[in-house]
């Protein structure tokens, strides 16, 4: 009886046909387990059950095939898709049994440059806090320049830790950040993983249960900070090596961090079309509809941790229509 008033509720706001919505959940990680550094971070047992809610209230379709019944004019009622960025590991040993037991699919987002054994900078940077047996860590003198002295004492004062150093080095320059990165982590005296991202045998498993693999760029640069030419090759080297490695055609695109302005601008929209996607993805919020840009459909996920409030903001950010426009250069 809930259920189906919670389906009259959303397809008020997302009804079937030319005036309906696309909500387009993103995901990055789900944990065998909590992580007492990250509690909010969604772990297998949360996503059964954001799996479970979402199969009862919506109509979960593929990415690609939302994204060609939306330009039709056709989409269902309450139609909603699923996605993953970057290509952890565990979006293949978590992730992907739960959706094949709910009976749902999904688009995993995978940057290439880190399958087979690599890892992300901010990821080298939180195992490196998460993993050192310093009491304090002194990151003065780094490369690109000083990053204080911080205590290591326990969980919380490690993820503050983490919370300043992320957004300090999140926009400098690619290679002065690796510099400063790979120099912090031989401070921190930390033995890193070389596992917490997918192998290529694990994408291929991935496209054969049925899921489907989008490009991600290479190396997951901020797009707005490179020059087209090298954009150009990120984005496009992401799609051929996908290609190449599950034996089919990669149409959909996702902008690594993904908002519009900060992260790309029209010039990455562009390269994503020449490219040949047929859509992409950012990270702004609302549900895609009518008119809406293809090429930065929004993505949304709640992060309420019961069911009704974890529903009622799908329901609330069905009122946001999507905020880019086809032609429209994104804002900052």
Known sequence: MLHALSQRLLELRSPAGAGARLSVLIFHRV????????????????????????????????????????????????????????????????????LQRHGLPATFFIATGFLDGGRMWNDTVIEAVRRSALDTLNLDGLPAGDFGQHALGD??????????????LK?????????????????????????????????????????????HTVSHPILARLD????????????????????????????????????????????????GFDAAVSTTWGSAQAGSDLFQLPRFTPWRQTRWRFGADLFNNLKRPAALHPNRAPTP
């Open 31 to 98: 944990l065998p387990a909590p992580d007492p550094l990250f509690p909010g971070e969604v772990d297998a047992a949360r996503f059964d059950d954001i799996c479970g809610w979402v199969a009862r209230w919506f109509n979960v379709l593929p990415l690609d095939g939302a994204v060609q019944r939306l330009r039709a004019g056709e989409l269902p009622a309450r139609a909603l898709a699923i996605t993953f960025d970057d290509g952890y590991e565990d979006n293949h040993s978590q992730a992907l049994p739960i």
């Open 171 to 215: 926009y400098l320059d690619p290679a002065l950040r690796e510099q400063t990165v790979q120099a912090l982590a031989a401070r921190a005296a930390a033995v890193l993983p070389n596992d917490l991202m997918m192998s290529s045998v694990q994408v291929q498993a991935l496209h054969r249960a049925g899921m489907q693999v989008g490009a």
């Open 155 to 168: 969980v919380a004062a490690r993820r503050a830790a983490i919370d300043l150093l992320l957004p300090r």
């Open 228 to 275: 087209d030419t090298h954009a150009a090759t990120e984005i496009s080297q992401s799609k051929t090596r996908l290609e190449t490695l599950i034996g089919a055609p990669v149409t959909l695109f996702a902008y690594p961090n993904g908002k519009p302005g900060a992260d790309y601008g029209p010039a990455a929209v562009a390269l994503a079309r020449q490219a």
